[in-house]
């Protein structure tokens, strides 16, 4: 069975400082990976797929199949960026497991 | 209101209680779950709808039943629960069957007493 795994439950980082949130997971086949993101107060919302490449609020992803890994990436973190995250894999094409996500603290 | 929608936002029922969860999506979509957000749990996936149809029932008691009259609307029927199924209950909607951009209603707090 496929598993997310997110290792740190909480990350706190200075305001421009780089921040770096790990996923690793476990699937056999060709998974699709996805970052999502809930600010506080507010519903859970898609930040970026692996699939579209692109870099969504300054973040980045790269799917490492080598090493299973799908980590985010900021290089300057901002006051606004502080939330949770959760990394995300799909199989199946609508089978969604989550991470048990990181809580994402940036300081001033 | 756009995007998904879910009422109520909180609900606190007895054990003995049968309650609904609402969902509505605003967005054309064709899919439609549910997920359950526990305190100390990953997001849980609970049922999955495509064109209506249930796709996925994720090994889920029986004492939750969901409903999906049309591409729109989704229920989650509620009956004799238990404590531990209080939690944070997700609806998400997708234009496709697919991991590929879900997108999330606010959640309804449940507390089961």
């Known amino acids: 069975a496929q598993r997310v795994t997110q290792p740190e439950k909480l990350l706190s980082v200075f305001k421009g400082a780089p921040v770096e949130l790990k996923c690793n997971y476990s699937?056999?086949?060709?998974?699709?990976l996805f970052w999502y993101v809930q600010y506080s107060r507010q519903r859970l919302q898609l930040l970026l797929r692996?699939?579209s490449r692109e870099s969504i609020k300054g973040f980045t992803a790269d799917l490492n199949k080598g090493e299973t890994s799908f980590h985010l990436k900021k290089p300057f973190a901002q006051e606004e960026d502080s939330a949770m995250y959760y990394c995300?894999?799909?199989?199946?094409?609508?089978?969604?497991?989550f991470g048990a996500g990181t809580t994402v603290t940036v300081r001033a | 209101e756009t995007g998904v929608t879910q009422t109520p936002r909180h609900l606190v029922m007895g054990m003995t209680n049968k309650k609904s969860l609402k969902c509505e999506q605003h967005?054309?979509?064709?899919?439609m779950y549910w997920y359950k957000q526990s305190a100390k749990k990953p997001l849980e996936l609970m049922f999955v709808?495509?064109?209506?149809?249930?796709?996925e029932n994720n090994s889920v008691p029986s004492r939750f039943s969901p409903e999906c009259p049309n591409s729109s609307h989704l229920f989650l029927h509620l009956h004799t629960l238990q404590p531990e199924d209080s939690a944070l209950y997700l609806c998400?909607?997708?234009?496709?069957?697919?991991?590929?951009?879900?997108?999330f209603g606010p959640g309804t707090r449940l507390t089961v007493t």
């Open positions: 998400a909607s997708s234009q496709e069957m697919g991991g590929r951009g879900q997108y």
């Open positions: 699937y056999s086949g060709s998974p699709e």
């Open positions: 692996h699939i």
């Open positions: 995300a894999l799909s199989v199946h094409d609508y089978k969604l497991s």
């Open positions: 967005l054309g979509h064709n899919a």
């Open positions: 709808y495509s064109l209506e149809e249930r796709v």
